[in-house]
């Protein structure tokens, strides 16, 4: 066999396995085609004896339903997208109403007596107590023109000093000797809820009343009994006590006098109990500071008339009061309840520290004696 046959065998020999290689690939493809045909078409058209029903048609008013769903029959081809629900809108806050001015005053009022108790102390003289002084243990003469926030803002005291955070001022000061009950400071106060806290610009007069049990009666059958035996007598005075209808008279000097020789004013009562000399000290007076703004004492002001009765017990214009018997003092506050200890504990010499002109000096003052019970 020649070289040219022979190649010409082996050529057709290759066409042959080439067409029979693509001969059984058409035939696979084929296969797989309709194969997967098939599967399409069987999962296209169930076996079901329910009638077939687009997703479309089962929203309105269809209620066909297959043996094992609760919903029509749906085509593959056809899947509904599930509508979303619109999101749920939060409702609008409550509109905040603003207090009217009935509620302030009673706002105001409660947190008053809630905070403050008014009592009798010495007869019938009115002093209150706060929560900040030591849990209502320690008590406060009050007076007309105090300012919580002016007077207390410079006091030495700690507990005092709290009272200064409320822009409180004493109106005035009802007493009724037949009813204690009646009794009550008039306070003119602002708001001091949080909530209220814009209206803080408002004032109201309200009224620092007396409780219940701020004065109890004393049961006269139980004086002078005591559990001990070494107590069960009350004994006796040693002067007989005067008939309850008969007043005892005031023997004590009315008018002030002046001891030139040591420079000592012996006050009389008229002095001592005229409520006129402290209103005026407390109406001519203001708190003075040094450059550092710490408080020096109370300096007169230099439009107290000559004829004040500060002026004429020795006291003068640009006169700065500092202390009382070594205790420092800043404002009228300090000086009552300087005055005021030291007299209820028998005290009756008040030695005044004070400057003048840049040269400090002292006054003293001699109270009068205790009226005698």
């Known amino acids: 066999m020649k070289g040219g046959q022979l190649a010409t065998i082996v050529w057709m020999s290759n066409l042959l396995v080439l067409a029979g290689g693509a001969f059984f690939g058409y035939r696979y ?3 797989i085609e309709d194969a997967k045909t098939g599967v399409y078409n069987a999962v296209s058209t169930p076996k079901s004896k329910e009638k077939r029903q687009s997703w479309q048609d089962s ?12 919903k029509p029959l749906v085509s593959p081809r056809e899947r509904p997208v599930e509508k979303q629900p619109d999101p749920v809108k939060p409702p609008d806050p409550p509109k905040e109403v603003d207090p009217t001015d009935a ?3 009673a706002d105001i009022e409660k947190f008053i007596n809630d905070n403050f108790k008014l009592i009798r102390n010495f007869g019938l003289e009115a002093t209150i107590t706060a929560k ?9 003469q009050v007076y007309p023109g105090l300012n919580f926030k002016r007077d207390f803002a410079n006091v030495y005291d700690a507990k005092l000093k709290t009272l200064a955070q409320y822009d409180f001022t004493i109106v005035s000061i009802h007493i009724d000797p037949d009813d204690v009950l009646k009794d009550h400071v008039l306070i003119k106060a602002n708001t001091q809820t949080a909530k209220w806290s814009k209206f803080k610009d408002k004032f109201f007069e309200v009224p620092l009343k007396m409780v219940p049990n701020a004065v109890k009666e004393i049961d006269v059958n139980k004086m002078g009994r005591s559990k001990t035996a070494s107590n069960t007598r009350v004994p006796l005075p040693e002067q007989p ?5 008969v007043e005892v008279k005031d023997t004590r000097p009315t008018e002030s006098k002046y001891n030139a020789e040591n420079d000592t004013w012996e006050l ?17 007076a203001k708190v003075a500071y040094d450059r550092d703004g710490k408080p020096l004492g109370i300096q007169i002001s230099d439009e107290m008339p000559e004829d004040n009765v500060v002026a004429k ?12 018997n070594g205790k ?24 005044v520290t004070y400057e003048r002109d840049g040269v400090q000096g002292t006054k003293v003052f001699i109270a009068p004696k205790k009226k005698d019970k």
């Open 132 to 140: 900040q002084l030591d849990n209502f243990k320690m008590t406060l």
């Open 59 to 70: 929203t309105i008013g269809g209620n066909v339903t297959s043996l094992f769903a609760a």
């Open 241 to 245: 006590v005067p008939p309850p209808d």
């Open 328 to 351: 420092p003092v800043a404002s009228m506050a300090d000086v009552k309840r300087v005055v005021r200890t030291d007299y209820d504990a028998g005290i009756e010499r008040f030695e």
């Open 29 to 31: 493809y084929n296969d």
């Open 313 to 324: 017990r020795g006291g003068r214009r640009g006169d700065i009061i500092k202390a009382i």
């Open 103 to 105: 509620q302030l005053k």
């Open 268 to 284: 009389g009562t008229d002095d001592y109990n005229n409520a006129d000399l402290a209103d005026d000290l407390a109406r001519y």
